[in-house]
């Protein structure tokens, strides 16, 4: 029997109409922003898991950034060794030349001269070596001592970037100061063969490292990459709407 003061069909209509109304609200404030959880109430637990994921993807964007901008100083520096192993060939053809029984001393003053040119081009190359203002080969830079570059999520993932120096003195082919090498003389252009032999090993030696750290900057930069995408994937079926 219907009631006169209380109209209970009416308020129960109203009731699943506002229901419906809120309902629709919400489904429209989620297709429109593309995301299921437009509200802490929507989904508590996968907001907070969805927030930790956006946050670890935004670090290994910048952290394969960080890994492409240690490759680029690598690859200055392998540049500037390439360009000292060069120097230091022509330097043992010279010293080469000079040891020979058939050079006179005049021409050996002549040979030193572009020897000694060489040796100072070594120091130039090793100080103008530079990435943001910073010399690469000369020993001076924080690169000596090592570098940690973060290439992940956490602190712990880092790579370090350690640079040898490459200067003249370093090497052993100053041709001032103490051990000075000195092609005016068979005997001397005979001992720098030895010790232009030596700096070249360690050149050498010095690329091979910058392209080993290179080399795992790169895999580092694929894992990121690889990372990157399987996250956003996962926060991809936690937040995005259906």
Same mark, same amino acid.
């Given at each position: 029997?219907?009631?006169?003061?209380?109209?209970?069909?009416? &308020? $129960?209509?109203?009731? /699943?109409? =506002?229901?419906?109304?809120? *309902?629709? +609200? %919400?489904?429209?404030?989620?297709?429109? !922003? @593309?995301?299921?959880?437009?509200?802490?109430?929507?989904?508590?637990?996968?907001?907070?898991?969805?927030?930790?994921?956006?946050?670890?993807?935004?670090?290994?964007?910048?952290?394969?950034?960080?890994?492409?901008?240690?490759?680029?100083?690598?690859?200055?520096?392998?540049?500037?060794?390439?360009?000292?192993?060069?120097?230091?060939?022509?330097?043992?053809?010279?010293?080469?030349?000079?040891?020979?029984?058939?050079?006179? &001393? $005049?021409?050996?003053? /002549?040979? =030193?001269?572009?020897?000694? *040119?060489? +040796? %100072?081009?070594?120091?130039?190359?090793? !100080? @103008?070596?530079?990435?943001?203002?910073?010399?690469?080969?000369?020993?001076?830079?924080?690169?000596?001592?090592?570098?940690?570059?973060?290439?992940?999520?956490?602190?712990?993932?880092?790579?370090?970037?350690?640079?040898?120096?490459?200067?003249?003195?370093?090497?052993?082919?100053?041709?001032?100061?103490?051990?000075?090498?000195?092609?005016?003389?068979?005997?001397?252009?005979?001992?720098?063969?030895?010790?232009?032999?030596?700096? $070249?090993?360690?050149?050498?030696?010095?690329?091979?490292?910058?392209?080993?750290?290179?080399?795992?900057?790169?895999?580092?930069?694929?894992?990121?990459?690889?990372?990157?995408?399987?996250?956003?994937?996962?926060?991809?079926?936690?937040?995005?709407?259906?």
């Amino acid at each position: 029997m219907p009631a006169i003061k209380t109209n209970t069909a009416a &308020n $129960s209509a109203v009731r /699943y109409l =506002n229901l419906n109304s809120a *309902q629709e +609200s %919400s489904a429209l404030s989620k297709l429109s !922003s @593309g995301s299921r959880i437009t509200s802490a109430s929507d989904d508590a637990a996968g907001l907070a898991i969805s927030t930790r994921i956006s946050s670890d993807v935004t670090t290994l964007q910048q952290a394969a950034t960080n890994a492409s901008q240690a490759t680029s100083i690598l690859q200055t520096a392998d540049g500037g060794a390439s360009n000292i192993s060069d120097i230091l060939a022509r330097m043992k053809s010279l010293a080469s030349e000079s040891a020979s029984g058939t050079t006179t &001393n $005049s021409s050996r003053a /002549y040979i =030193n001269s572009e020897f000694t *040119q060489l +040796s %100072s081009e070594i120091d130039s190359i090793a !100080s @103008g070596t530079r990435y943001s203002s910073q010399s690469l080969l000369d020993g001076s830079s924080v690169f000596a001592s090592g570098v940690a570059v973060l290439v992940g999520s956490q602190a712990s993932d880092t790579i370090t970037i350690t640079l040898s120096s490459l200067t003249a003195t370093s090497l052993g082919v100053n041709v001032t100061g103490t051990g000075a090498l000195d092609v005016t003389t068979q005997a001397g252009a005979t001992t720098a063969l030895t010790t232009l032999d030596s700096a $070249s090993n360690q050149v050498s030696a010095a690329r091979a490292d910058i392209g080993a750290q290179e080399s795992r900057f790169n895999f580092s930069a694929d894992s990121i990459s690889t990372q990157t995408q399987n996250l956003e994937s996962a926060n991809s079926a936690i937040k995005d709407v259906d």
